[in-house]
């Protein structure tokens, strides 16, 4: 495995990290924070999180997107900027726990 580390002048912290293999951080516990605050990190591959995860902000996702479960408290918007919004599949039970509002036209493909 190659690596080649630059080391920085405060702290013993390095400022550049290059590897051609697996590379592993705080293996043995501790917080591992990436970038400053206000600043854009690019994963450029798969990401891959094992345990939970929290965002401290907003979720911007590109492309089509996938959840076998999704929970979400506050107001929930799908397809603002308009496309199709699909809810379980063709067969399966939908269940509205709550008031359903329809603001426009509403087609029944079969019996109400």
Same mark, same amino acid.
């Given at each position: ?30 917080? #591992?924070? =990436? ?5 854009? +990190? &690019?994963? !450029? *591959?798969?990401?891959? $999180? @094992?345990? %939970? /995860? ?30 199709? #919004?699909? =809810? ?5 039970? +939908? &269940?509205? !726990? *709550?008031?359903?509002? $329809? @603001?426009? %036209? /509403? ?6």
């Amino acid at each position: 495995m190659f690596f080649k580390v630059t080391m920085g002048y405060i702290n013993n912290t390095f400022t550049t990290l290059t590897s051609s293999g697996a590379t592993t951080l705080a293996s043995g516990g501790g917080v #591992v924070n =990436v970038a400053s605050s206000g600043v854009m +990190t &690019t994963v !450029k *591959g798969t990401l891959n $999180v @094992d345990e %939970a /995860v929290t965002l401290d902000s907003t979720l911007d996702v590109t492309g089509d997107t996938s959840v076998s479960t999704f929970d979400s408290t506050g107001a929930t918007s799908l397809a603002t900027a308009a496309g199709a #919004v699909n =809810v379980a599949s063709s067969g399966a039970m +939908t &269940t509205v !726990k *709550g008031t359903l509002n $329809v @603001d426009e %036209a /509403v087609t029944l493909d079969s019996t109400l």
